[in-house]
């Protein structure tokens, strides 16, 4: 998937997502919550807490 698809799932820009990665904004929980079940894994692991998917 490329940030621009990631970025339309989440409902924000692909700047805003790129802003995500990189560490430059925080992500918000909704955002998260999303994330975790468009890639179906647990928040610990998005988050980089465990390498348990």
């Given at each position: 998937?490329?940030?621009?698809?990631?970025?339309?799932?989440?409902?924000?820009?692909?700047?805003?997502?790129?802003?995500?990665?990189?560490?430059?904004?925080?992500?918000?929980?909704?955002?998260?919550?999303?994330?975790?079940?468009?890639?179906?894994?647990?928040?610990?692991y998005i988050?980089?807490?465990?390498?348990?998917?």
């Open positions: 998937m490329t940030q621009r698809d990631v970025a339309d799932y989440l409902g924000t820009s692909q700047t805003m997502y790129a802003r995500y990665e990189r560490g430059a904004n925080e992500l918000p929980i909704r955002h998260l919550l999303k994330l975790c079940d468009l890639y179906n894994t647990s928040s610990d988050l980089g807490k465990t390498d348990k998917k």
